[in-house]
């Protein structure tokens, strides 16, 4: 049972989710109550870590996607401190298809129908979206004076390039999407 948790646990920071545990075969007893052996400890619904894996506020964010369900994915503020764009406080932020409402504690949940894969990647083991994704979607939720200076730091330090930027804003931004024109704006200031 402990290897078999273990092969889950190793690529999610030590989180299993509730089919992996059964897989590992933990029974529902076990997987419901963790104090009598303390092998899992609930970290979020549906989400369990187990005991002795490192605590970590990215260990965290995993557990929020995890809870999010299938094809959810780190997003917005989460995924920039992921891609270490400075001036931003952790927060648990996750995207997920438009059809699905997972209620995940302490997470902000923003629903989309128009992730495209090439806009997913993996980082440190958490789905993250791309840099370029990840500041098209923060230039819907933050103000411009902060967008200008995530803009200037993405760019500097070649997190992505400034076409990058251009092409999240043409596929995706237009009339009525929030952050469209603060995004075109500092795109035009930063050649």
């Given at each position: ?62 557990a929020g996607v995890l809870a999010g369900g299938q094809d959810a994915i780190a997003s917005h503020r989460a ?67 902060t967008m200008d200076r995530v803009v200037e730091d993405v760019l500097s330090r070649r997190i992505a ?31």
């Amino acid at each position: 049972m402990d290897r078999v948790a273990a092969r889950f646990a190793v690529h999610q920071r030590g989180l299993l989710t509730r089919p992996q545990a059964r897989e590992a075969g933990f029974s529902d007893r076990a997987i419901q109550h963790p104090a009598r052996r303390r092998p899992l400890g609930t970290h979020a619904s549906g989400v369990y870590r187990i005991a002795g894996s490192e605590s970590s506020w990215e260990q965290a964010l995993l557990a929020g996607v995890l809870a999010g369900g299938q094809d959810a994915i780190a997003s917005h503020r989460a995924a920039a401190v992921m891609w270490r764009i400075e001036g931003l406080e952790p927060v648990i932020e996750i995207i997920v298809p438009l059809a699905r409402r997972p209620r995940v504690k302490g997470a902000v949940i923003h629903r989309t129908d128009g992730l495209l894969l090439p806009e997913r990647t993996r980082l440190r083991d958490v789905p993250v979206t791309t840099p370029a994704r990840t500041v098209f979607d923060l230039s819907g939720v933050l103000p411009r004076g902060t967008m200008d200076r995530v803009v200037e730091d993405v760019l500097s330090r070649r997190i992505a390039p400034r076409r990058a930027l251009a092409d999240q804003l043409e596929q995706h931004g237009g009339r009525g999407r929030r952050g469209t024109s603060v995004l075109g704006d500092l795109l035009a200031e930063h050649p």
